[in-house]
Structures are given as structure tokens and as C-alpha cells.
């Protein structure tokens, strides 16, 4: 089950980043949690030099001080270069388990070409 | 005329199309930026670079709407060194079947997404769009280099021939980029790891105040 967490409530930055990137044009960042309480992180879009650090800024202010597991659901994420790996690779750092669902194949390309897939736990 | 370089001459009349949000200028090339010419020294740079590798045309960075012909003349006056006849025929030189499409961009960020788009869609129409998203990739990495690094307005060419797919990205930066090891722990310098990956080869030529940092795909 996936549910939304009401983000009024409980994560008030995770919304306001979602209205801030949208009006930009660049990414969508939003925030839920599947029924095992991950959360799960939903990129939307196109990552590159130009809006990695403002997706970078998003994410961590939507999973804050997680540092157990978080899931990025990339089945909307049409496009990413190093930049956008890198910015996974961030969160890695801090955060046991990383898991990427749905990456398109060319997201699964990047991770496999550049060698860090142990890093990552890669669903379809 | 004598085609040195080996390189298949621009189809300028297929260009035009893909510059839907400019206008191209002929015969006479100039730049410009709602009516002002964008500065002496950057379009020295780039006219130099391009000199180098192909028969080029500048084109209006504004729609065709925004400028009119009394912008242009303006233009034209007031830099008679920088706006000036450069447009080299060369029609015989392109081998048979060779396609080649060039734009530029300003140096802004956000214009990496739009080369992606002007690659992806140029090489789709040309049947190589099995590929297209590697090229997206390379051409992200390339362009990405040149506004980090460079801070440089930069140009696209794609050519090919046959089964062979060009990219090209020339900037106005003498710098060379550079492979660092890459680990899971560093966070830059993949970009180049993923050009030489997903392309057949590549490489680095200087240009007069720039370079051209080039991949070779097949289809």
C-alpha cells in the first residue's frame, strides 16, 4: 500500500519544496512512505548540472534526519547524468539503504557503467 | 572549393527547421541578442572555433518575430569586424548520405536540457534512435563541462554517415577536460567515465580560443 503523508501536518517542507520545483520547471520532488514506513522519494523529470543542487536540497529536506532506509521512486524520471547520480550517491552516504524503483533503462545504464550498483539495492 | 577537413558540409536548409525558435540570416551572419550584439570577444571565440571545423551561419538568438531587419542593419553597423560574410559554400564536399545539424547555446544551465532535446530529436529523425539516449547522455556530460567548468557559451554538431554518429561540443574554453578516478565515495568526475562508455571513442581537439571535445556512436 502507498499512502501519502499529509504533508500539512507532518512534513510542511517536503510541500513547500514540491510547489518551489514545479513553478520552476525543472523536477518534481514528493514525499510518501509504502506500507513498510520507507519513504519514498518520487523524482519527476530531468536531472542535470542545472537543477541538481536545488533536487539535492529538495531530497534532503524530505527525508531529514532518515538515516535507515529510503526509496526513490524513479519510474517518472526520464533523464539523469552523473550529475543526478551523484546527488544519489549523496544520499547513499548518509543513508544505510537506498532503494531505486523503477529506474528507466538508461538510469539503470548509468549506475551499472559507472560501477556503483553495490550501492544502490535496484528494483524494477 | 577544397574540402580539407574532411567534415560533410552543413544542409543549411535543414537546419532552419530545427532552429524553430531562431532565425537564421543570410547571407550575411549575424548575432543577435534582442537586437544587441552579444559581446565582441565571445562571438570572436565562437566564430573562430566554428571556422575550424565546418561551414557555419550564426543565427538570431531571439525569435524572428522579436527582431526585425533594422536590429539586424543595426548590428551589422556597428560591428563591421564581428558581422561579417562567413558562410563558406561547400555543398560538393559532403559525401554521400552524410548528414550534419549545428546550434549553439548561451552559457546557461538550463540550456544543457534543450542540446539534449536538439540531439535527441535530430538523430531520431535520422534513424538513430536506438541510440538516442546515449547520445543525451554524452551530449549532457560534454555541455554540462562547458557551463561548469567553462562558463562558456557552447555549440552542438551532429553529423553522420552511414552507420556512424558524430557529437561534437565545442566551447570557448582552453581548458582540457580531465578523467579522475571515480569510486563510489567521489562524486564528480564520472561525467567523462559515461562518455567513453557509451561511446565507441572520443576525444579532445584545441581550437583557436577553444576547444571541441568530440564521440564517436554507431547506429
Do not use: Y
Not at chain 1, 517536503?14 to 509504502?34: P, R, S
Not at chain 2, 570557448?172 to 578516478?181: G, H, I, Y
Amino acid at each position: 500500500m502507498v499512502w501519502h503523508v499529509p504533508a500539512s501536518r507532518t512534513r510542511p517542507d517536503a510541500t513547500a519544496t514540491v510547489e518551489e520545483l514545479v513553478e520552476a520547471d525543472k523536477i518534481e520532488v514528493g514525499i510518501e512512505a509504502d506500507g513498510a514506513r520507507t519513504p519514498v522519494v518520487k523524482l519527476v523529470g530531468e536531472i542535470d548540472v542545472s537543477n541538481a543542487d536545488l533536487v539535492q536540497g529538495a531530497i534532503d529536506r524530505s527525508i531529514e534526519d532518515q538515516r535507515q532506509q529510503v526509496a526513490f521512486d524513479l519510474s517518472d524520471l526520464r533523464f539523469m547524468d552523473s550529475s543526478g547520480l551523484a546527488v544519489l550517491l549523496r544520499v547513499a552516504k548518509r543513508v544505510a539503504v537506498v532503494e531505486l524503483r523503477n529506474p528507466a533503462p538508461i538510469v539503470r545504464r548509468i549506475i551499472q557503467i559507472t560501477g556503483v550498483s553495490s550501492v544502490f539495492v535496484v528494483s524494477s | 572549393m577544397a574540402c580539407a577537413t574532411g567534415i560533410p558540409a552543413t544542409d543549411f536548409s535543414r537546419e532552419r527547421q530545427i532552429l524553430t525558435s531562431a532565425e537564421q540570416v543570410t547571407p550575411q551572419d549575424h548575432v543577435v541578442d534582442d537586437g544587441e550584439i552579444i559581446s565582441t570577444k565571445e562571438l570572436e571565440g565562437l566564430r573562430n572555433i566554428l571556422e575550424r571545423i565546418t561551414p557555419f551561419m550564426l543565427s538570431c538568438t531571439s525569435a524572428a518575430s522579436e527582431v526585425d531587419g533594422s536590429a539586424r542593419g543595426e548590428a551589422c553597423k556597428h560591428r563591421p569586424n564581428v558581422v561579417g560574410t562567413r558562410h563558406r559554400e561547400g555543398a560538393e564536399c559532403a559525401p554521400v548520405g552524410a548528414r550534419e545539424s549545428t546550434m549553439w547555446f548561451p552559457a546557461d544551465a538550463g540550456e544543457i536540457r534543450r542540446a539534449r532535446d536538439f540531439v535527441r530529436s535530430t538523430i531520431s529523425d535520422w534513424g538513430f534512435g536506438r541510440i538516442a539516449d546515449d547520445a543525451a547522455v554524452i551530449i549532457s556530460e560534454l555541455a554540462g563541462n562547458s557551463i561548469r567548468h567553462a562558463d562558456s557559451a557552447f555549440f552542438v554538431t551532429v553529423s553522420s554517415h552511414r552507420s556512424d554518429l558524430r557529437l561534437s561540443v565545442g566551447d570557448a574554453s582552453e581548458l582540457q577536460p580531465t578523467t579522475r578516478e571515480s569510486s563510489p565515495s567521489a562524486n564528480a568526475g564520472r561525467g567523462l567515465v559515461l562518455v567513453a562508455a557509451l561511446s565507441d571513442s572520443w576525444g579532445v581537439e584545441s581550437s583557436p580560443g577553444g576547444k571541441i571535445v568530440w564521440a564517436d556512436l554507431r547506429r
